[in-house]
């Protein structure tokens, strides 16, 4: 199986630097994309980008009797900025942890971790997803839908506990002190949609579908996190994460 994995439907076909200059085989989906989906020719172009490197196009050189595709590419063009959003997520089942890393990543925020919550299934964090290359493979399925070269740095936690301790944040943004929000649809002091806009950096926690325990509602509020609404239902977790996601980077000014 190739290293980078697609559903069919893309806008930017990426490739590792390793394999520039290498032949696709007719069973790599990016083969089945340019001559099933895109009906690609030998001499037409197409959109193409190097992981965590540039973008620009691509041509299909040859197409082989074994049905294998080579290509040059010409990707000089710079991938679009990552935004300055962190967003935190408690587990939750292993198809719903790969649509949330997915849109995360086609939204093109910085980072992304996931941690286990008080009231989530404890069962979730045992997802085969984060070591057989599915969660990688969410992530560049993203950004090949987005056009970007890059995906979020994603790392993984056991608590929210743990979290809180490690502050990644800190380290990312220096001395500019993020907007730290804790999405709370049970105990909010406030709606997210009201906050004043800003041009700080915000981390964002959204917690599993059950939400968060007091416990770990106190411990957001020892480390400087305001529990914000975003609104009276109790939604999916990835539909959360959209969503906030969206509100937080209209707030902080990255949707202009």
Same mark, same amino acid.
């Given at each position: 199986?190739?290293?980078?994995?697609?559903?069919?439907?893309?806008?930017?076909?990426?490739?590792?630097?390793?394999?520039?200059?290498?032949?696709?085989?007719?069973?790599?989906? $990016?083969? @089945?994309?340019?001559?099933?989906? =895109?009906?690609?020719?030998?001499?037409?172009?197409? /959109? !193409?980008?190097? &992981?965590? %490197?540039?973008?620009?196009?691509?041509?299909?050189?040859?197409?082989?009797?074994?049905?294998?595709?080579?290509?040059?590419?010409?990707?000089?063009?710079?991938?679009?900025?990552?935004?300055?959003?962190?967003?935190?997520?408690?587990?939750? $089942?292993? @198809?719903?942890?790969?649509?949330? =890393?997915?849109?995360?990543?086609?939204?093109?925020? /910085? !980072?992304?971790? &996931?941690? %286990?919550?008080?009231?989530?299934?404890?069962?979730?964090?045992?997802?085969?997803?984060?070591?057989?290359?599915?969660?990688?493979?969410?992530?560049?399925?993203?950004?090949?839908?987005?056009?970007?070269?890059?995906?979020?740095?994603?790392?993984?936690?056991?608590?929210?506990?743990?979290? =809180?301790?490690?502050?990644?944040?800190?380290?990312?943004?220096?001395?500019? &002190?993020?907007?730290?929000?804790?999405?709370?649809?049970?105990?909010?002091?406030?709606?997210?949609?009201?906050?004043?806009?800003?041009?700080?950096?915000?981390?964002?926690?959204?917690?599993?579908?059950?939400?968060?325990?007091?416990?770990?509602?106190?411990?957001?509020?020892?480390?400087?996190?305001?529990?914000?609404?975003?609104?009276?239902?109790?939604?999916?977790?990835?539909?959360?994460?959209?969503?906030?996601?969206?509100?937080?980077?209209?707030?902080?000014?990255?949707?202009?």
């Amino acid at each position: 199986m190739c290293e980078i994995c697609y559903i069919i439907s893309v806008n930017l076909i990426l490739f590792e630097a390793h394999e520039v200059g290498k032949a696709l085989s007719r069973r790599d989906e $990016r083969t @089945i994309h340019l001559l099933k989906v =895109l009906h690609k020719k030998a001499g037409d172009s197409f /959109e !193409a980008g190097l &992981l965590d %490197g540039g973008r620009g196009g691509g041509t299909i050189e040859k197409i082989n009797l074994d049905g294998s595709v080579v290509v040059s590419l010409d990707v000089q063009g710079s991938p679009p900025p990552r935004l300055p959003l962190r967003v935190a997520a408690g587990f939750s $089942r292993p @198809i719903q942890i790969r649509r949330l =890393l997915r849109d995360l990543s086609s939204m093109g925020i /910085e !980072a992304i971790d &996931l941690f %286990g919550t008080e009231l989530g299934e404890k069962s979730y964090r045992d997802t085969k997803l984060l070591n057989d290359g599915g969660a990688r493979a969410a992530l560049i399925e993203g950004a090949c839908q987005s056009r970007d070269t890059s995906v979020p740095a994603l790392s993984v936690f056991d608590s929210v506990e743990q979290w =809180l301790s490690q502050r990644s944040w800190e380290r990312d943004y220096n001395h500019t &002190l993020p907007l730290l929000v804790a999405a709370d649809n049970i105990r909010p002091e406030g709606a997210l949609s009201r906050i004043t806009p800003t041009k700080r950096p915000m981390v964002l926690a959204i917690g599993s579908e059950r939400g968060w325990s007091d416990h770990e509602r106190d411990m957001f509020e020892a480390a400087g996190f305001s529990r914000l609404s975003l609104g009276s239902r109790a939604l999916r977790t990835e539909t959360a994460c959209v969503a906030a996601a969206t509100l937080a980077l209209e707030k902080i000014g990255e949707l202009g």
